[in-house]
């Protein structure tokens, strides 16, 4: 209870020194939603040359768009701050970090609750119910329930693959930029129906790391239409085990890295 | 030139003129080779550069294997390709991304030590960024083109003077791009935090530069409002567009010439707004 008490210090503290810059705290505001909504239109200006993208239209392909940004906005939101992690090492701010008794994760979530990005989460939310509406979907409960898993297992999966790109820090310091091709990129492959990528690409990204099951299965499922790269039906509604299961691995990764992380001593 | 060696500028006893091309050269040099010590860095953005491309490079593709006569906006494949492969090369060369170099030394007040020095802070930064551009054109352009080359057919020029423009067109996108910044950063010298200007200059430099997807695309009447209008397009789209043979030989020529345009424009409005700002600027810090 102590604890919890003071996590939601930690986060008070957060929003309280957002919210004391008020003209700055709206720029960023408009600014990282901005960052979401052109996402979206670039997927709606790829469709006014063609109508069909990978066999999908344009309200099938905005469906499986609006469950990544919408998944996505929630992660970058709670735990994309994570991404930082290779300047505390660098820094020598991690050491302050494992020597209180709070767990180093949750701590450096909230060090820096970005509380600029919440407006991304409402408008992913937004889009994706325009697209649903836009698609004719045959409602059955399994697919309210799926609807309403489907975002928070890609938010799962999304921020397992940031915990897992920023450990990369525990083993190289300088590892930079490489994280985003997995995060942003991930984001990115999820976005449009993996029909359009070649093929041992798409094994790489879609089956071997599991980004297939962060909006296209889902998206199928809820259409109900069948895959026509060969996955049954029922491979939309594994997508919370396959978030679980990137949960599972971004713990393990997590607790090996901290375990033997050395203080760059300075 | 004697007194001079090769770490410590010493004023030489030459023609003004000579000793400034002088100076210019050497922050050239010294911009290169700061950013030849970051050399895992390089490694890591190379290869998200890569990752990139091929997620671009197979949604256009898609695009266009199900557009009418499969060509989207008037390029082909091969064009596509390699709009897609020399942008994610070109990416850090123009370095679209934030840089906040100025602006945090204008926070920090560092920027004194600019301003005592002979050379105005504009001609030094646009040194040092000429020499990073072309170290980014040694390092990071050419793997990712390489990778586009071996995975998918890139367009060859047809027109021999397509390359000398090209090259032309990148050195115009890197000043222009600069330009940007620098004003960006500059807004630092009256709201001291320049975070939300350069956040929304890397919003409308990703979308109105080209990279998010080509503007072509958008309707005729917008995409050339946006390159007359604004000098964003000048800075990624133009030189995609002169290497993808997009146009004929003298909308290309136009295109790189608007390029130019923009260029003075920009240099000589940072120009102003730098020395409005040495008039009025009260120094951070202490």
Sequence with gaps: MGELRAYVALAGAQARSAFSYRASFLIELVGNVGATVFDVLSVLVLFRATDRIGGFDLPEALLMTSITSSGFALADFAVGNVDRLKTYVRAGTLDAVLVRPLGALPQLLLMDLPMRKMLRVVFGVTVLAVALGLNDVDWTPARVLLVTLAPLSCAVFMGSIFVISASLAFWWVESGEIGSAFTYGGRDFASYPITVYGPAFRGLFAYALGFAFVAYQPALALLGRPDPLGLPAWAGFASPLVAIGAATVATIVWRIGIRQYRSTGS | ?286
């Excluded at chain 2, 895992?40 to 091929?54: C, D, E, H, K, S």
């Excluded at chain 2, 071996?150 to 090209?166: D, K």
């Design chain 2, 1 to 286: 030139m004697a007194g001079k060696d090769a770490s410590v500028l010493t004023i030489s006893p030459d023609s003004p003129k000579r000793s400034s091309i002088t100076t210019f050269g050497a922050l050239v040099g010294s911009g290169f080779r700061r950013y030849t010590t970051y050399r895992q860095a390089t490694i890591a953005g190379t290869f998200t550069n890569i990752v990139f491309g091929y997620l671009r490079c197979y949604v256009l593709l898609a695009v266009a294997a199900s557009t009418l006569g499969g060509r989207p906006a008037g390029y082909d494949r091969e064009q596509l390709a390699t709009y897609v492969w020399l942008g994610q090369g070109l990416l850090s060369v123009i370095m679209l991304w934030a840089w906040s170099e100025l602006a945090e030394r204008i926070r920090t007040g560092d920027v004194a030590a600019d301003l005592l020095r002979p050379v105005s802070p504009l001609t030094a930064y646009l040194a040092a960024d000429l020499g990073r551009a072309g170290h980014a054109m040694l390092t990071r352009f050419i793997p990712p083109v390489v990778v586009g080359a071996l995975c998918f057919p890139l367009h060859v020029p047809a027109r021999w003077t397509t390359v000398p423009l090209f090259l032309l067109s990148v050195l115009l996108a890197v000043v222009v791009s600069f330009g940007c910044r620098y004003l960006v950063n500059a807004t630092a010298y009256w709201l001291h935090d320049a975070r939300g200007p350069i956040l929304l200059w890397v919003l409308g430099a990703g979308v109105l530069g080209g990279l998010y997807f080509p503007l072509r695309l958008l309707p005729d009447w917008l995409a050339a409002t946006l390159w007359l209008a604004t000098p964003l397009p000048s800075i990624l789209q133009t030189p995609l567009d002169v290497a993808a043979e997009r146009d004929g030989p003298a909308m290309q020529a136009g295109l790189v010439g608007l390029q130019a345009c923009w260029a003075v424009v920009l240099l000589t409005l940072a120009w102003i707004v730098q020395r409005r700002a040495e008039r009025r600027l009260v120094v951070q810090g202490g």
